[in-house]
């Protein structure tokens, strides 16, 4: 169960990222809103993972999930460039993730 809400929180990462991002400064509610409800509930599941997992382990993968698709969504959304070595170089985070679930 640990690990599937770390992934869940992972998720909840890139949200509350990208809406800090379309935030901008806190001057827009609706975004400034889900960043604070996305950042507590990441948060917390983060906690609760670390409760089973190990903290390096927990915090590598929560931090890889949500940088990557933090920058999908910025390439999706066209706020930023899709480039072969930047997939390419995605696709090793994403890698190491999984090798770290691989080894506990």
Known sequence: MAWVVLVLSGVLEAVWATALGRSEGFSRLTPSIVF?????LSMAGLAYAMRELPVGTAYAVWVG????????????????AVTAVK??????????????????
């Open 36 to 40: 604070a409800v996305g950042l507590v």
């Open 87 to 104: 997939v390419l170089l995605l696709a090793g985070i994403i890698g190491c993730v999984v090798g770290l679930k691989l080894l506990h």
């Open 65 to 80: 999930i949500g940088a990557v698709l933090t920058v999908v969504i910025a390439m999706v959304s066209g706020q930023e």
